[in-house]
């Protein structure tokens, strides 16, 4: 695959339940993000891994929301007993190492929370 | 605190009229600008950077430092601009972690 891959596509899950996201980047990029997109609310930063440092995470909005990337390469997103106001877009992005870099995006996963 | 203001967040425009998609930031240092655009259906992608001076679609991007401002300008507005576009931030401050303006929807009326 050349880009990005998210998956699930779409999720709808029951409020208090917890949900995995997984995020395949492009391979050999050292950079990962997670972002959430909500309506009005544009591009919310969730977190942050840079090659082998410590992950930048500063955007997590609770502590019911945690990620890991294993080996370098894929992440996931979790989100422990979920709430209505956790249902959005979270969109994950891959850039090589480099501050000028450009970043891929994903095409995104749909959580909604009933 | 770094951030990226996007103080419209629709902005409406006929076929062939200018259009300018206002950002502002704040960053203490100096910091790298890009412009991000997501059409219907589409994953955000990017648009131009400031470091690049380059004109993409018709777009440019002027980084004034002074007014902390990185607008983004098309003299003649097309139907296929209709499109979310994202300012966005990165710096030495913050690892490269790139953050974004809330958006701005153009949609431009034929």
């Not at chain 1, 990620?67 to 370098?72: C, F, I, M, N, Q």
């Not at chain 2, 600008?33 to 380059?54: A, D, G, N, P």
Request: positive net charge.
């Amino acid at each position: 695959g050349a880009g990005v891959s998210q998956s699930p596509s779409n999720k709808v899950t029951e409020k208090g339940k917890d949900v995995e996201l997984r995020c395949d980047p492009i391979s050999g990029h050292t950079a990962l993000y997670w972002y959430r997109q909500s309506l009005g609310q544009g591009l919310e930063f969730l977190i942050y891994f840079q090659g082998n440092s410590a992950p930048d995470k500063s955007g997590l909005p609770s502590d019911r929301f945690s990620a890991e990337r294993t080996g370098g390469s894929v992440s996931t997103l979790t989100i422990q007993r979920t709430q209505q106001e956790d249902s959005a877009v979270y969109l994950c992005a891959s850039s090589s190492q480099g501050l000028n870099t450009e970043a891929f995006f994903g095409q995104g996963t749909r959580l909604t929370v009933v | 605190a770094q951030r990226v203001t996007q103080p419209e967040k629709l902005l409406s425009v006929f076929k062939g009229a200018p259009v300018e998609l206002k950002c502002n930031y704040s960053y203490s240092g100096s910091p790298e600008l890009f412009w991000y655009v997501q059409y219907s259906r589409q994953r955000l992608q990017l648009l131009l950077r400031h470091i690049s001076r380059e004109s993409i679609k018709g777009f440019t991007a002027d980084l004034n430092k002074g007014e902390t401002s990185f607008h983004l300008k098309k003299p003649f507005a097309q139907e296929e601009d209709s499109a979310m576009y994202y300012c966005a931030l990165s710096g030495y401050n913050q690892g490269g972690k790139l953050i974004f303006g809330q958006g701005t929807e153009l949609s431009v009326k034929p």
